[in-house]
């Protein structure tokens, strides 16, 4: 069935047709939609699905592919190998040091991994991320765009930029949305190293199993309740959040209240308020 969602953009809503994407081919990627649900796996090996040029292009072309198709209920972001991920590629930055190469290519390679931090951010679907191994530096701040994260007790987690002589450039504003600005400067400008049981006390992961094998029981919880809500309100929903960074008082509130009334007449809010008048269950949650 094709019905209307609302979808928030540049400060109104619009209701766009649901509809299934094709996913794009990816290398360093896996790839798995199966019952209205994505799983992007991190599959690079060689250098422990380090973020380089192709996982940001692949990232980046898999969130446009179904960023504005509500069939697509949420995302998981994990990592192959045991590992989520190890941060950006040192290979290519090291490569990026050679004679010839200007500031302007590097701030360009940089403000790349941003692109992809910031869509996953803001991706309209509910967003895990399931954690093992490790997730340091860069592999840190992409895991702060997810929504729900869920980390082994015994992952390792480490801000590690500024001991090899660099800044968390990018990644810096998500940790600082995650944790909050005195956690984020104790993590960032100390060389922390934790693991995920340290991590939840620090606000930076949700949920914290004892080994990768309840990682899919955990997911699983989640995905029940998520599968239970109706996704043009959870993208609506997700962009108020959002909005809130920089909106306050009146605008906020008058902006709140026009988002609301946009769902309230949309065919989802109409068959949400007329389910719960009829004691059944909504035409999206079927379990």
Known sequence: MIQLCPIARDNQMTFMKVSMQKLPDTTVLQLDLAEGWLTIWLDNPKSRNA?????????????????????????????????????????????????????????????????????????????IVLVEGAAIAGGLGLMCCGDVIVATEDTKFSLTETMIGIPPAQIAPFVVARVGLPTARRIMLTGARFTGREAVDYGLVDHVVV?????????????????????????????????????????????????????????????????????????????
Not at 90 to 114: C, D, H, T, W, Y
Not at 268 to 277: L, R
Request: glycine share 8%.
């Open 51 to 127: 973020i380089n040029d192709a996982m940001c292009a692949e990232l980046l072309a898999v969130m446009d592919s179904v960023r504005d198709d509500r069939s697509v209920r949420g995302i998981t972001l994990r990592g192959k190998h045991d590992i989520f991920c190890s941060g950006g590629d040192l290979k290519s930055f090291n490569a990026m040091q050679a004679p010839g190469v200007g500031k302007a290519e590097v701030a360009k390679m940089n403000r790349g991994i941003g692109d992809v931090l910031l869509s996953l951010n803001e991706m309209p679907q509910v967003v």
């Open 211 to 287: 080994s990768p094998d309840e990682l899919d029981d955990k997911e699983a919880e989640i995905k029940r309740g998520v599968m239970k809500c109706a996704p043009g309100a959870i993208a609506a929903t997700k962009h108020l959040i959002l909005s809130s960074r920089d909106k306050s008082g009146a605008e906020m509130m008058d902006y709140a209240a026009n988002v609301f009334a946009d769902c309230m007449m949309s065919d989802e809010g109409v068959e949400g308020i007329t389910s719960f008048v009829e004691k059944r269950k909504p035409n999206w949650n079927k379990k």
